[in-house]
T-cell receptor, first 113, second 115 residues
C-alpha cells in the first residue's frame, strides 16, 4: 500500500510554460515533504521542501504547495526549461517515526523545446 | 568536497555470489540509508541506520545485509538469497534530529547486474 502516490507517470510541457507535478499521501502523520529531481543513472538531487506548518514554499523557479486537508502537494516549475527534463520524486517524512523517508514512484517530466 | 561516495558504479555478479556495495559519507551525518530503484519504478528502502552499530530493516530487506561499524560507512551486501538483485542501488544520508527540516542526500548510485 503506497503511502506516497504520484499518479502521473509522465508529463510533457512546452518550454517556457508551467509544469505542475502532483503528489498525494495517505499518512496524516507526515509533517515534512521534499521534492527530488533525478537524471538517469544518477542519484536524486534535492530541490525544495515544505514543512506541514506552511502551505507554500518558493525557491527561484520552483514552488511547492501543500494542502494538508486534501493530503496533496504539488511542485510548480515556472518557466519550464529543457534542462528540467528528469524524473521528479515526492518524499515524505513522519517526524516521530525515526528517520524514514517515504518516496513516491516518480513522474517523468519532458520539457519540449 | 563533502558528499556521499558509492562504489563501484557498475558491478556484475554471477548467480549464487554475494557482492558488497560500498558507501562512504563525509558529511558527518548520523543516519544512512540504502534504496533500490528498478526500471520505471520508485525508490524502495532496503535498510537504514540512525547510529553506529544499529540498523533497521526497510520494506525490502530480504536477501540483503548491512553493517554500520563506522559513522562514515554503510556497506550493503547483496546475498545469493536475493532473488532479483539486478537494479540501481542508492545510498543516502541525513542529519538526525526530531524537528522537520533535515534533508536526505544521495550518492551517485551503483548498477548491479546479475549475469
Amino acid at each position: 500500500d503506497q503511502q506516497v502516490k504520484q499518479n502521473s507517470p509522465s508529463l510533457s510541457v512546452q518550454e517556457g510554460r508551467i509544469s505542475i507535478l502532483n503528489c498525494d499521501y495517505t499518512n496524516s502523520m507526515f509533517d515534512y515533504f521534499l521534492w527530488y529531481k533525478k537524471y538517469p543513472a544518477e542519484g536524486p538531487t534535492f530541490l525544495i521542501s515544505i514543512s506541514s506548518i506552511k502551505d507554500k514554499n518558493e525557491d527561484g523557479r520552483f514552488t511547492v504547495f501543500l494542502n494538508k486537508s486534501a493530503k496533496h502537494l504539488s511542485l510548480h516549475i515556472v518557466p519550464s526549461q529543457p534542462g528540467d527534463s528528469a524524473v521528479y520524486f515526492c518524499a515524505a517524512r513522519e517526524d516521530n517515526y525515526g528517520q524514514n523517508f517515504v518516496f513516491g514512484p516518480g513522474t517523468r517530466l519532458s520539457v519540449l523545446p | 568536497d563533502g558528499g556521499i561516495t558509492q562504489s563501484p558504479k557498475y558491478l556484475f555478479r554471477k548467480e549464487g555470489q554475494n557482492v558488497t556495495l560500498s558507501c562512504e559519507q563525509n558529511l558527518n551525518h548520523d543516519a544512512m540509508y540504502w534504496y533500490r530503484q528498478d526500471p520505471g519504478q520508485g525508490l524502495r528502502l532496503i535498510y537504514y541506520s540512525q547510529i553506529v552499530n544499529d540498523f533497521q530493516k526497510g520494506d525490502i530487506a530480504e536477501g540483503y545485509s548491512v553493517s554500520r561499524e563506522k559513522k562514515e560507512s554503510f556497506p550493503l551486501t547483496v546475498t545469493s538469497a536475493q532473488k532479483n538483485p539486478t537494479a540501481f542501488y542508492l545510498c543516502a544520508s541525513s542529519i538526525v534530529h526530531t524537528k522537520p527540516g533535515n534533508t536526505i542526500y544521495f550518492g551517485e548510485g551503483s548498477w548491479l547486474t546479475v549475469v
